[in-house]
């Protein structure tokens, strides 16, 4: 049995690294998945300065910590400091789950298969041959564009800030999925770019979570049957829904892939799944609550 307030010499130690990890809500989904699993478990936040990384995963290494997610800004940099990278992490070029295989720290990278099954569940979007805007080239890109071309879709219009970074992004996929018509664009978008024949828009950036708009992308350009999805899960309104909304278009954000990535390395950890919905139920409680606090 987990009771978290009986801690013992046989509790196995998981965790989250990241600088700030302030607002992460993986320990809030974690710990009620392994409440709930019975497993003898505590996920902990551990503030991790990126001059600190490689002394922290060495310290994570000499506690023998059985596992741990990794989130912005370590995603890329923690990777040459592991012992192995699972086909998953190599292919998006991040890892953001770690699994202590008998000492060996091995690398994976649920994000992308995350944001795939939220997609199925969330906007009932079916992926093959599809055609998607993907909005952003860091992190959360990269195993998005991974697990879209896995996926088998038609074309991806890879969309960002800096043209360079989604030129280099798309240059290190097409090798290896020829079949796939990948394009680039900075912002805003270039007009003769065929948007009215996008499926999928995809926010991949950190726009929206201070309740920046995306300029230079008008969704007006999207046809009716478009479907909208933001990575964004905090706030749970970003200004990309609202547009969609308003523009009549279906769209999500991302607490479905938040949830599902969690999944996936509760496996990787632990051999098994979560109880089904555990993990949502934990946030949903946890976003009541806030409200609540915030209302007073
Ligand atoms: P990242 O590696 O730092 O990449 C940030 C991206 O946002 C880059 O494409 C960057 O463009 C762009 N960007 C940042 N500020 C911008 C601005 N002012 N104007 C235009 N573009 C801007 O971060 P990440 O790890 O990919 O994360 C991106 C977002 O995904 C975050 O909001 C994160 O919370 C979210 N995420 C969600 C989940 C989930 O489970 N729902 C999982 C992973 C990530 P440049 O290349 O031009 O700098």
């Known amino acids: 049995m987990n009771d978290k307030s ?14 700030p990890v302030t607002h992460s809500l993986s320990p809030v989904m974690q710990n009620a998945a392994l409440q709930a699993a019975a497993v003898d478990g505590l996920y902990v936040p551990f503030a991790v300065e990126p001059d600190q990384l490689a002394t922290a995963v060495s310290g994570l290494r000499a506690l ?4 741990f997610n ?31 295989q008998g000492g060996r720290l091995i ?7 995350g944001m795939i099954i939220s997609l199925a569940k969330d906007l009932e979007c079916g992926i093959a041959g599809s055609k998607v805007v993907l909005v952003g080239a860091g992190g959360a890109a990269r195993g998005a564009l991974a697990a879209f071309c896995r996926a ?23 090798a290896c999925y020829p079949q796939v018509k990948l394009q680039v664009s900075t912002l805003p978008v270039q007009a003769e770019l065929a948007l009215s024949e996008v499926d999928l828009l995809v926010n991949a950036t950190s726009l929206g979570m201070a309740g920046e708009k995306i300029e230079g992308l008008s969704l007006a350009l999207l046809s009716g049957h478009a479907k909208v999805y933001d990575m964004v899960y905090n706030p749970t309104l970003t200004p990309l829904l609202s547009d969609a909304k308003k523009c009549g278009l279906k769209a999500a954000n991302g607490i479905g892939m938040l949830v599902a990535q ?35």
């Open 262 to 296: 969690g999944e996936l390395a509760f496996k990787l950890w632990h051999g098994m799944s979560p109880d089904e919905g555990v993990m949502q139920e934990a946030l949903s409680c946890f976003y009541a609550t806030q409200q609540r606090l915030d209302s007073l």
């Open 6 to 19: 009986v801690i013992t010499g046989k509790t196995r130690i998981y965790g989250i690294i990241g600088y």
């Open 64 to 67: 023998q910590v059985c596992g």
């Open 107 to 113: 690398g994976h990278n649920t994000d992308g298969d």
């Open 152 to 174: 088998g879709v038609a074309s991806v219009i890879v969309v960002n800030r800096t043209l360079q970074i989604a030129d280099d992004l798309a240059n290190s996929f097409r």
């Open 70 to 100: 990794v989130t912005i800004p370590h995603k890329t940099s923690i990777m040459p400091l592991l012992d192995e990278l699972a086909p998953s992490a190599v292919q998006a070029g991040a890892v953001n789950t770690v699994v202590n």
